[in-house]
């Protein structure tokens, strides 16, 4: 079957970003689309959150004449009456013309990793790293600084990242840093802020990497990952209880095992925020109705239809 063309206006992305890119990020459209930028004569125009240097509010959306959809990964929240249809990493929006797709999904497909690759069955090998513990970030975050600076005061913390560098710093592509985690035991993989639903690239690429991740954040990250698998501050009383038992697990082997042998997703179960069929049910009606040409009016009626004949 030959794909449908759908052009995309984009607006208000990062400065790396390229409208083909969605192709990567959402697989799953590919059994019916094929996405080509076109700012001049879209079928619809997504947009972001970078129009300015506050990443905290959902900008104005174009004035394409197109149906538009709002895609963040940020910790912002979508104001659903003035977009057509929304993704983020909200669990509470209960409109259908939302869907919560937090940037870990689209960000592992991007990169030529299946969510899947994370089930136990499809889960790649694991060796335990030579080196203790990675902190690598760009920006500062209050939290996440503050307790690498206290598990510093016990041991080294590597951090070849712009924020408390204290090595050289590595390359630029995503291969370079999982390279490198494979290097770790751990990884301080905290996220910039805690939002509930909110979780990023940060926890997952640990886990991929075989570096035990040690995580602060989403307040229900467990929904989606096995509370099993991982360190959480959210377990434990405060930074100091969870550096103690950091520093225990170190040192013994079959410990820092049964951590790693644990499944990686709640259930050992796709979360539905991963799953390709209810993605491409939420796109394949937005995408008929912008392709017919009109504003989808009745996008409300169609989502819920496609949602609900998913198990």
Not at 208 to 235: C, E, H, K, Q, T
Not at 257 to 275: E, K, N, S, T, V
Request: charged share 25%.
């Amino acid at each position: 079957m030959s794909l449908r063309e759908i052009r995309v206006a984009a607006f208000h992305f990062w400065p790396s970003f390229r409208v083909e890119e969605l192709n990567a990020r959402f697989p799953c459209l590919a059994r019916k689309y094929r996405i080509v930028a076109d700012q001049e004569r879209p079928h619809i125009a997504f947009f972001s959150a970078f129009k300015d240097r506050h990443l905290n509010l959902m900008p104005e959306p174009p004035s394409a004449g197109v149906p538009t959809l709002f895609l963040t990964g940020e910790s912002i929240t979508p104001d659903m009456r003035r977009c057509d249809a929304a993704i983020s990493f909200r669990r509470d929006i209960e409109s259908p013309r939302h869907m919560r797709i937090p940037n870990w999904v689209h960000r592992l497909n991007f990169i030529g990793i299946s969510p899947r690759a994370l089930l136990s069955a499809h889960r790649p090998s694991v060796n335990r790293g030579e080196r203790f513990c990675l902190f690598l970030h760009s920006h500062p975050a209050r939290v996440r600084d503050a307790f690498c600076r206290r598990l510093s005061e016990r041991t080294l913390v590597d951090a070849p990242g712009r924020a408390l560098n204290n090595m050289p710093r590595i390359g630029h592509s995503i291969a370079d840093k999982l390279a490198l985690q494979k290097q770790y035991r751990f990884t301080i993989a905290f996220e910039n802020e805690s939002s509930p639903g909110y979780t990023t690239e940060k926890i997952v690429e640990s886990f991929y990497a075989g570096s035990l991740p040690i995580y602060w954040g989403d307040p229900f990250v467990d929904l989606d990952f096995n509370r099993d698998a991982f360190l959480n501050l959210a377990d434990f009383p405060s930074q100091d209880a969870l550096i103690e038992n950091l520093m225990v697990l170190d040192g013994d082997e079959r410990a820092w095992w049964h951590y790693m042998r644990q499944p990686i997703y709640a259930g050992d179960r796709l979360p539905d925020c991963a799953d390709d069929d209810r993605i491409f049910a939420f796109f394949e009606p937005l995408f008929d109705s912008a392709l017919g040409g009109r504003r989808p009016s009745n996008l409300i009626r169609l989502l819920s239809r496609k949602l609900q004949r998913l198990p």
